[in-house]
């Protein structure tokens, strides 16, 4: 079936039923996509009610300073603990961290280990070392400093493995 109105127009050899089909074609992928379009309309409607929830323009503005207070505040809340811990840190540098311990009997005579050495150490292994020795005279006690892990006087075995101990704890 031929048209004078696709004759006019050069398209004469085109049959009316192909001419129909097409655009009952794009009809259907024009309503498909009015269908997806309503639905993502909806989506967005209920999405911007739940946001909204009752509110007025200006209730919802006062909401947001809110929020933007509360956010400065918490800011500041945070850059004040971000100092405190700072602070700590520096604080617990020179602190007492590592600790070696050995007891042992000083004169092998007496038995019972009532000597020992004890050393505490900070972050950069400085400290001191004490050594408490127990005689049948009394207990004598002496200390040794130990900076960067060693001491500049000389060391006993007991205090060696007490140094090794404190130096290794946190390792």
Same mark, same amino acid.
């Given at each position: ?8 127009? @050069? ?6 039923? &192909? +001419? ?30 739940? &946001? ?9 503005? !006062? ?13 500041? +809340? ?13 604080k617990h !540098? ?6 070696? &311990? +050995? !007891?042992?009997?000083? &004169?092998?005579?007496? @038995? ?6 004890? +050393? ?14 127990h005689s ?7 200390? !040794?400093?130990?900076?960067? @892990? ?22």
């Amino acid at each position: 079936m031929r048209s004078p109105i696709l004759e006019r127009i @050069g398209l004469g050899n085109i049959d009316l039923l &192909f +001419v129909f089909l097409f655009f009952l074609i794009c009809i259907i992928v024009l309503v498909i996509l009015l269908i997806r379009q309503s639905n993502q309309i909806k989506n967005l409607t209920s999405r911007y009610d739940r &946001f909204m929830q009752g509110s007025k323009a200006k209730s919802l503005e !006062k909401k947001m300073l809110e929020l933007f207070e509360e956010q400065n505040i918490q800011k500041s +809340v945070l850059d004040n603990h971000s100092r405190q811990i700072k602070d700590l840190y520096r604080k617990h !540098k020179d602190a007492f961290q590592k600790m070696g &311990f +050995v !007891k042992y009997d000083a &004169f092998k005579e007496m @038995g019972g280990k009532l000597s020992f050495c004890l +050393v505490l150490l900070d972050e950069n292994d400085n400290g001191f070392l004490l050594n408490s020795v127990h005689s049948s005279d009394g207990c004598y006690s002496y200390t !040794k400093r130990i900076k960067n @892990g060693s001491s500049d006087l000389e060391l006993s075995t007991e205090e060696s493995i007490a140094l090794r101990k404190a130096v290794e704890y946190g390792q």
